[in-house]
């Protein structure tokens, strides 16, 4: 009984919400072989009209957006950020924002607000990335594009 809550729970753990969404970018990005063949292609399914927070107005936009945030996930934030700032030629000061630090009562329930949020959006992506891998195949006309 013990073995079968576990795997339940390690179904739902963070890390592999990540690995599914990983896994679902990679399977998108194997699949789109042509991505300008995405501009300018709506994102008016049925499917997608539940995940309208992404929304960038083409397939495309999303394409870029969810390989945007798997190379987050894969190499780290801090590095993404300095990437992008050797791209645009900024510095790190200009950058520093000061943050408020929050008491250690606070941290375990910022934790888990923080952790519960994070696989929302990680499953919310993960749906989007299937949605786009699904909607290429049928653009390009791939049959037994269900799954």
């Given at each position: 009984m013990m073995q079968i809550c576990d795997s339940y729970n390690q179904k739902n753990s963070l890390f592999n919400a990540m690995n599914r969404f990983i896994g679902?970018?990679?399977?998108?990005?194997?699949?789109?072989?042509?991505?300008?063949?995405?501009?300018?292609?709506?994102l008016d399914q049925e499917?997608?009209?539940e995940v309208t927070s992404f929304q960038d107005g083409d397939m495309y936009g999303s394409y870029v957006?969810?390989?945007?945030?798997?190379?987050?996930?894969?190499?780290?934030?801090?590095?993404?950020?300095?990437?992008r700032k050797e791209k645009h030629g900024v510095t790190t000061?200009?950058?520093?924002?000061?943050?408020?630090?929050?008491n250690d009562k606070d941290l375990e329930k910022l934790f888990h607000y923080h952790l519960s949020g994070l696989h929302t959006v990680l499953a919310k992506l993960t749906r989007k990335a299937n949605t786009l891998t699904n909607r290429y195949k049928q653009e390009i006309g791939i049959g037994g594009c269900g799954n």
């Open positions: 679902a970018v990679n399977n998108m990005d194997q699949t789109v072989m042509v991505p300008s063949l995405l501009r300018d292609v709506p499917e997608e009209k957006l969810l390989k945007s945030i798997r190379n987050d996930i894969e190499w780290g934030v801090l590095q993404a950020e300095e990437r000061t200009s950058l520093e924002v000061s943050r408020i630090e929050p």
